[in-house]
């Protein structure tokens, strides 16, 4: 099987097998997708019954193995989770006495950043990503090598997670015999595969509709500048229309073929219809107009939108956004999605597929924007590259950063982290200084957060407060990262 790449999305509502290859031009030829639904098993992006996911998976395997005739041994996987957040750190290094920035200033300045462990026990740093350089506190730039000053420094960004959560995505492989070669947010993982060069670079919001919960990736100047996974999808639409007493089996076809996600979208002659549904019995039958399922659907629409809305603001790129947003993901399949988006946020709204760097022949096979995640893992996993840098995991269970490989880690080390994560020397660091203030930040209560994550201030703002308190961060004002 070497010269196929295998990725496994694990969602909340389907599970997503692709298979690819790499063709000479360097794009992504996939060859095969199995799109599987899951009942049960993952909640808000989260394992939370093994046995009903691992027998699910073990099924879309052997269908894709038939019918490719391979036997499927190792495979790269998607992550996602409420817990998933960035945080953004400061840190500089003096320049040579010539004044001349060069190569080993800004390796050093990364080589610092890359002895960071997580701030708790429980917390996993996936990424590492340097944000931009700035010389003597004043000019900033991308390419800092050649310019003059005494001091070089750099912001990074921060993409954590939850250390048991991976670890319960690695016992579903484990017990369906498949080694993970690596692992990749999601949230990422999507926004590579459907957003544009130009788009990122000019900035873009790309949003993940998904089931359980909808993820925010912010690019600006080709680079990642913020994520988060907020704890609601589009299941809890289902939940109100079950509100009006439709049977559960048949919510998601009606939402699906009838649902409309602004009433202003509804063709004139449909708005006032009934729709016919069938009940319990053969002789019962519910109905719904479009108008009233539209309101309900609106509803809970708005409900994302604001907390997306809220997202953009807190990572203080709202104004660098030419690109607006790109939706993806099972939820922007619902009509008139992106209208409701753009009349509520004020940005152009598009909706999208995976696209990016993808074969001709293969953009049909992959044209349903809920195999966005798995076409972004087979991206990464092919061009590490398309992601600044990669981290890796020690051999203490730390992590590390360092820049893109893909060396593995040792078969025999007992390590639930592979595929970006090498083991390194346990060696003690001095954890740097940092003299540079945080970045002020909106402040915004997201109490779902809060509950979710049973902490105040939810998770991003515990992980900003520990970086801030291991880094020596001097704070005026106490602002957390909400």
Avoid at 26 to 40: E, I
Avoid at 147 to 175: C, M, P, W, Y
Wanted: glycine share 8%.
């Amino acid at each position: 099987m070497s010269k196929y790449t295998v990725a496994i999305d694990l969602g909340c509502s389907d599970i997503v097998v692709a298979v690819g290859t790499k063709e000479a031009d360097g794009k992504l030829n996939v060859v095969d997708v199995a799109l599987k639904p899951l009942s049960d098993g993952v909640v808000k992006g989260e394992i939370s019954n093994i046995e009903s996911v691992t027998k699910a998976l073990r099924t879309t395997l052997n269908d894709t193995e038939q019918r490719l005739g391979i036997t499927i041994d190792e495979a790269y996987a998607s992550f996602s989770g409420q817990h998933i957040q960035s945080a953004t750190s400061s840190y500089f290094v003096y320049v040579g006495n010539d004044g001349e920035v060069r190569e080993e200033d800004v390796r050093k300045l990364k080589d610092n950043m890359d002895n960071v462990q997580p701030p708790e026990e429980s917390m996993v740093i996936l990424e590492r990503i340097p944000q931009s350089y700035t010389i003597d506190n004043h000019e900033q730039t991308t390419s800092p090598v050649g310019r003059f000053g005494h001091q070089l420094g750099a912001t990074f960004n921060f993409i954590v997670a939850n250390k048991s959560s991976i670890e319960r995505n690695q016992k579903v492989f484990d017990r369906v015999g498949v080694k993970r070669k690596g692992l990749f947010a999601a949230p990422l993982a999507s926004s590579v595969a459907v957003a544009t060069e130009d788009e990122k670079e000019l900035g873009v919001v790309v949003v993940d509709l998904g089931a359980g919960t909808t993820s925010v990736c912010i690019w600006s100047y080709n680079v990642l500048r913020h994520v988060a996974v907020i704890p609601m999808g589009m299941n809890v639409i289902n939940k109100d229309i079950r509100s009006a007493s439709i049977p559960d089996l048949h919510i998601e076809d009606l939402k699906v073929a009838h649902g409309y996600a602004v009433a202003s979208g509804i063709p004139d002659n449909l708005i006032n219809k009934t729709i016919n549904i069938p009940g319990r019995t053969k002789h019962e039958v519910k109905q719904i107009t479009f108008r009233d399922l539209s309101t309900i659907i609106e509803a809970r629409v708005l409900d994302i939108i604001e907390y997306v809305i809220g997202e953009i603001k807190d990572s203080g790129m709202s104004e660098k956004l030419a690109s607006g947003i790109v939706l993806t993901g099972g939820g922007s399949l619902l009509k008139g999605i992106d209208k409701l988006f753009e009349e509520r946020t004020g940005y152009d709204v598009r909706l999208a597929s995976a696209d990016f760097n993808i074969s001709d022949e293969s953009k049909e096979l992959v044209s349903d924007p809920r195999l966005a995640t798995a076409a972004g893992v087979l991206l990464l996993a092919q061009n590490p590259d398309l992601l600044s840098a990669q981290s890796e995991q020690s051999s203490d269970g730390g992590v590390v950063f360092t820049r893109p490989q893909t060396n593995t880690v040792d078969d025999e080390s007992v390590n639930p982290y592979d595929g970006h994560y090498e083991e390194e020397d346990d060696e003690e660091f001095e954890q740097p200084k940092r003299k540079a203030k945080k970045a002020k930040k909106t402040k915004k209560t997201k109490k779902d957060n809060d509950s979710a994550n049973g902490e105040g201030g939810g998770l991003k703002g515990i992980v900003g407060k520990l970086f801030d308190k291991m880094f020596g961060v001097v704070d005026d004002e106490d602002e957390s990262f909400n």
